[in-house]
């Protein structure tokens, strides 16, 4: 009985974070209220507040969801000790951009933090959140460069670390885009290109 009690809390939190993210990237976070939530989950204010201090903690479970299933998947992609890393890090990619043209929750919420999210005030402490997540993709993308060079794939003088804060840049420009101009780009069929280009001269 314990276990399906955690099994239905973790249930309930879930659809609280589904709904609020229909919320936000309808209303935008700022003009949400746990109201607004509730409704959408169909669920009381205090079945939120058993879960979440108020909407800011929302947001942050949010954010951090969207970071850890960014690093967990590239952190289970480098197990693969394989044997062109370029290839390997231009196919991950590919794929990532692929799977968002059909996830429309990650689309809502990284929707929600590009565009719909006013960052002032006590939303600051964001940003500063996004610059250290910034630093740790950085930091997985840099294994697959460095790898690289020990393969004989890229230039000795190659920082790894610049050409991933680089790579991530391109990719967040992409992503930016797609969200911007959808349905305009397709990334089912565009995004193997896009990661193309930007690999094509390396190796």
Excluded at 109 to 116: C, D, F, K, N, T
Excluded at 133 to 157: E, M, V
Excluded at 181 to 197: C, K, N, Q, V
Aim: charged share 20%; aromatic share 10%; proline share 3%.
């Amino acid at each position: 009985m314990p276990r399906r009690t955690k099994a239905e809390a973790l249930e309930t939190r879930n659809t609280i974070l589904d709904a609020a993210i229909d919320v936000f990237f309808e209303k935008g976070v700022n003009s949400s209220s746990l109201n607004d939530i509730a409704r959408q989950a169909n669920v009381t204010r205090g079945a939120i507040y058993w879960h979440f201090k108020n909407k800011l903690h929302i947001f942050s479970a949010l954010h951090d969801q969207l970071h850890s299933y960014l690093a967990d998947t590239i952190f289970k992609d480098l197990q693969n000790d394989h044997p062109h890393p370029l290839l390997q890090l231009e196919r991950l990619c590919t794929e990532l951009l692929v799977e968002l043209q059909h996830d429309q929750n990650r689309f809502k919420a990284l929707s929600i933090v590009y565009l719909r999210c006013d960052y002032s005030g006590e939303m600051g402490q964001f940003l500063e959140q996004q610059n250290v997540n910034r630093q740790r993709t950085i930091n997985l993308f840099s294994s697959y460069f460095k790898r690289a060079k020990l393969h004989g794939h890229l230039p000795n003088d190659i920082n790894p670390q610049t050409l991933s804060a680089a790579l991530l840049a391109y990719i967040s420009g992409i992503v930016i885009e797609f969200i911007r101009s959808h349905p305009a780009i397709d990334l089912d069929t565009e995004g193997a290109g896009f990661m193309r280009l930007f690999f094509r001269n390396m190796g």
